[in-house]
């Protein structure tokens, strides 16, 4: 009687412990197009290179 007891506040107290990450995690994070916009903006390639001055390129033959 005792085993099982522990057994089920256990798991009831990680189906709630999982249940408040969910809705936290969720209400937390803001919209999901704001995320993804970060992270194609953090992949892209910067657009503007500096090409004055520097090393010149040489050949590799």
């Known amino acids: 009687m005792r085993r099982s007891a ?3 506040i256990v798991t009831a107290l990680g189906a709630c412990a999982a249940g408040a990450w969910l809705f ?4 937390g994070s803001g919209s ?3 995320a993804t916009q970060r ?3 953090f992949f892209k ?3 503007d290179y ?3 001055g520097g090393q010149q390129m040489k050949p590799r033959w």
């Open 50 to 52: 500096k090409t004055s």
């Open 45 to 47: 390639p910067p657009q």
């Open 24 to 27: 936290f995690a969720t209400q």
């Open 6 to 8: 522990i057994i089920i």
């Open 39 to 41: 992270g194609s903006d």
């Open 32 to 34: 999901s197009q704001g």
